[in-house]
């Protein structure tokens, strides 16, 4: 597929306005307060990982379906999920390549 139409179906300019849109996206469907997204490393873990998010397997529920509404993508099973959240880059990654599912 080509980025710029994923972009344009995705609603964003650029794979960094992606990234910041998936960071404010789990900031606010997993209630962190006081991290904004500028303040979350990219190339980190979110789930379990060392950034300021301290995200848990609840919350990586709640992303996934903030996903399918937000973006219209799934997550159809842990290792899907597990590979996708290693880090906000390899989401990116999936939600430009996963084929859309009905919101």
């Known amino acids: ?8 179906e995705l609603n964003v ?3 960094e306005d992606l990234i910041f849109k998936l960071k404010a996206l789990i900031i ?8 904004k ?3 979350v490393p990219t190339d980190v ?16 529920m709640e992303i996934a ?10 997550l159809k099973n842990a290792s899907t999920a597990a590979k996708a ?3 906000f880059d390899s ?3 999936f939600v430009i390549e996963a084929p859309k599912v009905k919101k």
């Open 85 to 87: 959240m290693q880090s």
């Open 13 to 15: 300019v650029s794979r």
């Open 28 to 35: 606010k469907a997993c209630e962190v307060r006081d991290v």
């Open 45 to 60: 873990p979110f789930i379990g990982g060392p950034g300021p998010l301290k995200l848990d397997s609840l919350d990586a």
């Open 37 to 39: 997204p500028e303040d």
């Open 1 to 8: 597929m080509d980025v710029e139409q994923a972009y344009k």
């Open 65 to 74: 379906m903030e996903l399918r509404f937000q973006f219209g993508v799934e």
């Open 91 to 93: 989401l990116a990654d």
